[in-house]
């Protein structure tokens, strides 16, 4: 494999921690130290992928600035990623650059999404992904680099730069990394991707521009419906109820009392759309009322448009009554979650 | 500005409204588009939250900037 | 020790200006919007005084339903031939 003419070469010193000073002298990190794209791991990493290096991945409408395969392989090795973790990286891109999830507003509004990345399938534990303890936080190289990779992308490629670019308000610890994978053995529905239509042994990742993370606490609660209330307050908090999209990660403990009882991912979905809401007077009042609710046709404001605006997985250690709900970057339809088969082309 | 910039290659004049925090990036995007010196309106942050008189006052300012950008 | 640059080449695009009014005299505004709050309210507030001061007419807003994303080409293209200039908002 050749490098594409299009990538520059950086001739230095063969010093590693100088080619780390070097790599932030380039302004090329997210503050933290990356490892130097290394001319060998670049290609080591470009051996993932089938397409020529410079076939692009995602364009950015606003500036014409384009990801080339080989770019974002530089990206990967300095996210500290195996090549193993490189197809879930390019499926990633390919999803964030179908129009739908609005690649320019989420990755510059003052609103400050962190790009969720949920993976599901058997690539989780092909490639030793996080899925139990500890699951949105640190300490698992997949998920932690996979996540990376997609900031030092965003940010070296497509110059989405704090202050220049990057107008967000606050940013969002989700900005460093934001990855996690589904956990199969305390899932009681189906795979979220085979929920999504995937043949069986084809993996996917889905792709959410999320404005933060909320824990979801409960120890008391007994029944879906204790649960789900819960969950279902969280997800209409003044801050972020909006007819956006939804993500809702349940632990094994919450999931496990949901199950026990049979409801099914349809009921749930069903159940936190009809009660995740606030009453119009109060939104009114508040400055938050938006058109967007109209379309609802309901006495009251409810999250999202539809029961399917809420995607569910399961996640987390198996001890702790403690679920996350995520809500949309997008007040409205302006950002919609995509998914994307990793390392196959289902739909070519 | 990316609207205005494309409008303009239409052939008729374009006035972005933006306001001073936002300024940075809009140069940004000009330049990107290949007009550095693209002249805009720069209004007082924020504009979500004013009040119906606060908006006229903004309008006044916008006014004033529009005449030039358009006929300069 | 060879590092590949992790960057790409800036795309600095091609575009030129539109000529300027001799006058704005009896000329119909067209107006943008990109939905943020009071964004229409501040294009109309402002047509109003170019209204005033130059006469002409004012479009109706025109809206794009998702700021952050350019807006349709056709979107361009109907409202160019209905009128003289546009006000664009907002930037915030």
């Given amino acids: 494999m050749t490098i594409s003419q299009a990538q520059q070469i950086h001739e230095i010193a063969d010093d590693p921690l100088a080619a780390m000073d070097y790599c932030y002298a380039q302004g090329w990190t997210d503050g933290l130290p990356v490892i130097p794209p290394e001319e060998g791991r670049v290609q080591a990493m470009l051996a993932m992928e089938g397409r020529p290096p410079e076939t692009v991945l995602a364009h950015h409408p ?49 609103g400050g ?35 990376r990779c997609i900031r030092l992308t965003l940010m070296n490629v497509f110059k989405i730069v704090p202050g220049i670019a990057d107008k967000s308000t606050q940013g969002n610890p ?38 933060g993370f909320c824990n979801v606490e409960n120890h008391g609660a007994n029944t879906p419906e204790t649960i789900l209330d819960t969950m279902a307050d969280a997800m209409a908090n003044y801050g972020c109820i909006s007819t956006g999209q939804s993500v809702v990660v349940f632990s094994p403990e ?24 606030r009453p119009r007077k109060d939104l009114e009042q508040l400055g938050k009322f938006e058109n967007g609710y109209n379309a609802q046709d309901r006495q009251d404001c409810h999250r999202g448009v539809s029961p399917d605006d809420i995607l569910i997985t399961v996640g987390g250690g198996d001890a702790g009554g403690h679920s996350a709900f995520i809500p949309s970057w997008s007040r409205g339809r302006g950002s919609m979650m995509q998914s994307q088969s990793i390392g196959v082309c289902i739909d070519c | ?45 924020p504009l979500g939250s004013l009040t119906s008189d606060e908006i006229k006052a903004r309008a006044a300012v916008a006014c004033e900037q529009a005449i030039d950008i358009l006929t300069g | 020790m060879k590092l590949v640059d ?69 979107l361009l293209t109907n409202l160019a031939p209905e009128c003289d200039y546009i006000i664009t908002a907002s930037g915030d």
Wanted: charged share 15%.
């Fill in chain 1, 62 to 110: 606003a500036t014409g600035l384009e990801l080339t395969v080989h770019a974002a392989a530089a990206n990967a090795v300095m996210a500290g990623c195996l090549p193993e973790y490189f197809p879930i990286i390019v499926a990633a891109f390919e999803a964030m650059d179908r129009e739908p999830f609005n690649f320019h507003g989420s990755t510059v509004s003052t």
């Fill in chain 2, 1 to 45: 500005m990316h609207d205005g910039i494309t409008f303009e290659q239409m052939g008729k004049r374009a006035v972005v409204l933006c306001t001073e925090p936002f300024e940075v990036t809009a140069r940004n995007i000009a330049r990107m588009l290949g007009q550095p010196d693209y002249p805009f309106v720069i209004l007082q942050h």
């Fill in chain 1, 254 to 277: 919450h999931v496990e009392i949901i199950a026990r009882y049979g409801w099914s991912k349809a009921q749930v979905r069903e159940y936190l759309f009809e009660h995740a809401k």
């Fill in chain 3, 6 to 74: 992790p960057t790409v080449p800036a795309n600095i695009q091609t575009s030129k200006r539109a000529p300027a009014l001799a006058s704005l005299e009896g000329k119909t505004i067209g107006l943008l919007w990109n939905h943020k709050v009071n964004g229409d309210k501040l294009l109309n507030e402002t047509a109003a005084l170019l209204q005033s001061q130059f006469g002409g007419k004012v479009l109706p807003i025109v809206t794009k339903r998702n700021a952050g994303a350019p807006a349709p080409t056709e």
């Fill in chain 1, 174 to 211: 989700g900005k460093y990394s934001f990855c996690i994978a589904e956990r199969a053995d305390k899932n009681p529905w189906p795979a979220l991707c085979e929920e999504l239509g995937y043949p069986e042994g084809v993996s996917s990742v889905t792709v959410f521009a999320g404005a």
């Fill in chain 1, 113 to 147: 999404s962190g790009h969720l990345l949920i993976v599901s399938g058997p690539i989780v534990d092909e490639i030793n992904m996080n899925a139990g303890v500890n699951l949105f936080g640190p300490g698992n190289r997949a998920n932690a680099t996979i996540g």
